[in-house]
């Protein structure tokens, strides 16, 4: 079969999955950031310094474990990706950290209370470059998102060359405020602001959203299966409390994936930490137009009984299992997920990131468990 | 080789509980280990803990914590590998929920650990707070306790502090619940109840 015929089997197997149509096959994706290079002998510092060799290990890890897919595709620096979605400082191997090291996020006030005001009277993009050189230096951020910018065309050629579907393929990420303030204010401080001055945080959070949504309709039209993230780590249910979610959280949530939804956008849930109180709310999302992608904390039984007719499930084999479980563990935990789906909506996928210290043996098991379990038709 | 959790907010007097736990243990003749998410961050002095003959590891989370469960395992191993420590004290993310360590710890394949104690900090101050905005997170730190602790009785009126005891009891009525101002130091006595 050419490369071109299995990228369109494979595309067409994974847009069933989310239309939660009869697969031939489970779709099986790849994500792991620092697993790709720690696999290939790569060090931290060049795949964080060098965007070039950030893409190429991470479609030669997809070639070496021959997916369907892969979540993101990778390319391009992640550290500055990752100062975009926290509004945070990190910590860079080569630079702050041994060159080896994963990349650390660094968890402090960066943001300040006045800092509302200024997004309101400022508008989010400009608030957002003047806010940068707190965090990183911004010819440096520049540069990085340019590259991305400049070769995300070539990079989706390559996979599709090489007969592989990137889900997310949209050139962008999306993030609800209340993840962006989290991460500049730090959680502490954030948290201490929805107590203390909400209509404030509020305030903020209104501007900064109308810009995204004003920026998902104006998203020019691209192919492939559309997906974008829709992140959410800190406004997990298993952290706020309902009032507060109920106003800062999920609204935000609705509205972007209506809009995203609305300019023919997958959204992907790419939720962290356990979400399993609020999976009922999923009932009032577009039905068979988003997938929820959880980490291995939320409750999939109670997502395929209050969502299972609505939605697709990318995920979810738990960080920990692959670092430190055996492959009879990986096989196991594969065969359950697979017979909770019988066939529909499911995409096998690491839950949230591979990490770093990823087993090789439990990701090769992963794969061999996907398709040995996964043949349906 | 037992286990210690110290789970709490953030800001709530973790590092300072865990140093003088550390301490005790070390005073006691027991070997002991330290993991914290990031030494820098909590100003734990490497140094000063090697010549207490303690080990500290750092967790790495890269972006978010399903990875630092991840970690948590492997170090642990390594721990148990290379150290042989009679006591590790682990101090889990302030910002996620405690629970990721329990999915994880089932995939330790180290020495069989002589068992988990798991102390919850509150800080007086601030618990009618952190219950109204954080409900879920504070109340699973509570409710999966073994021993309770509520710190800076120096900082807060007698009255915080019997509003946060009641809090806690009322969440989970069997842990033993002890106060302590930490910033004056760990009484002996009370560290040999919370050391296990």
């Known amino acids: ?377 | 080789m037992h286990l210690l959790l110290v789970t709490g907010f953030l800001g709530s007097g973790k590092t300072t509980l865990i140093l003088s736990l550390a301490r005790a243990a070390h005073e006691s003749g027991r070997r002991a280990a330290i993991i914290v998410n990031e030494i820098g961050e909590i100003g734990i002095d490497n140094q000063l803990m090697r010549q207490l003959n303690l080990d500290v590891w750092e967790l790495f989370n890269g972006c978010i914590c399903c990875t630092l469960t991840a970690d948590l395992v492997t170090t642990l191993q390594k721990l148990d590998a290379d150290y042989a420590p009679d006591l590790v004290i682990v101090e889990p993310s302030g910002a996620a929920d405690p629970r990721n360590l329990l999915n994880a710890l089932p995939y330790y394949r180290g020495r069989p650990l002589d068992g988990i104690r798991w102390i919850t900090v509150l800080d007086p101050l601030r618990l009618p707070m952190l219950l109204e905005v954080l409900e879920p997170l504070i109340t699973a730190g509570i409710r999966q306790a073994d021993v309770l602790l509520v710190s800076k009785t120096d900082l807060a009126s007698s009255e915080e502090v019997a509003a946060a005891e009641a809090a806690a009891r009322e969440i989970n009525p069997a842990a033993p619940l002890f106060t302590v101002a930490l910033a004056s130091g760990l009484d002996a006595a009370l560290a040999a109840e919370l050391l296990p």
């Not at chain 1, 490369?3 to 994500?31: C, F, G, H, S, T």
């Not at chain 1, 310094?49 to 390319?75: C, H």
Request: proline share 6%.
């Open chain 1, 1 to 377: 079969m050419s490369n071109e015929a299995l990228y369109q089997q494979r595309y067409d197997r994974i847009k069933k999955a989310i239309n939660l149509e009869l697969v031939d096959q489970v779709p099986v994706v790849y994500m792991g950031s620092a697993f790709a290079p720690r696999w290939h002998g790569m060090t931290m510092a060049e795949f964080c310094e060098n965007p070039e060799s950030s893409f190429q290990v991470n479609l030669a890890t997809v070639k070496r474990l021959d997916v369907d897919g892969v979540n993101l595709a990778g390319g391009g620096r992640i550290t500055p990706l990752l100062t975009s979605l926290w509004m945070a400082r990190l910590g860079v191997p080569g630079r702050d950290l041994p060159a080896d090291s994963l990349w650390q996020v660094r968890e402090a006030e960066v943001m300040t209370t006045d800092d509302y005001d200024a997004i309101v009277n400022m508008g989010w993009s400009a608030f957002f470059g003047s806010y940068l050189p707190r965090v990183i230096d911004p010819q440096e951020f520049g540069m990085s998102m340019g590259w991305v910018m400049q070769n995300t065309p070539r990079i989706q050629q390559a996979y599709r060359e090489a007969g592989y579907v990137i889900v997310c393929d949209a050139p962008a990420n999306v993030n609800i405020p209340f993840e962006y303030l989290c991460g500049g204010r730090s959680m502490q401080k954030f948290f201490l602001d929805l107590y203390r001055i909400p209509d404030k945080v509020k305030a903020a959070m209104d501007v900064i959203q109308a810009e995204q949504i004003a920026a998902i309709k104006a998203a020019p039209p691209f192919g492939g299966i559309r997906g974008i993230w829709v992140g959410g780590w800190r406004s997990a249910s298993a952290l706020v409390a309902p009032r507060l979610w109920n106003k800062f959280v999920w609204p935000y949530i609705v509205e972007q994936v209506e809009a995203l939804v609305s300019v023919g956008i997958t959204p992907v849930l790419h939720w962290d930490q356990d979400w399993t109180r609020d999976l009922v709310r999923l009932q009032e999302l577009p039905a068979k137009k988003c997938i929820l992608n959880p980490d291995g904390m939320t409750d999939l039984r109670k997502f395929k009984e209050l969502v299972g007719d609505r939605m697709a499930m990318m995920g979810d084999i738990p960080a920990s299992l692959l670092a430190a479980g055996t492959p009879d563990d990986v096989y196991a935990y594969v065969k359950d997920q697979v017979a909770l789906f019988e066939g529909r909506g499911l995409i096998l996928c690491p839950g949230c990131d591979a990490p770093i210290n990823t087993k090789p043996e439990n990701m090769e098991a992963f794969v061999a468990a996907a398709r040995e379990y996964g043949k349906v038709g």
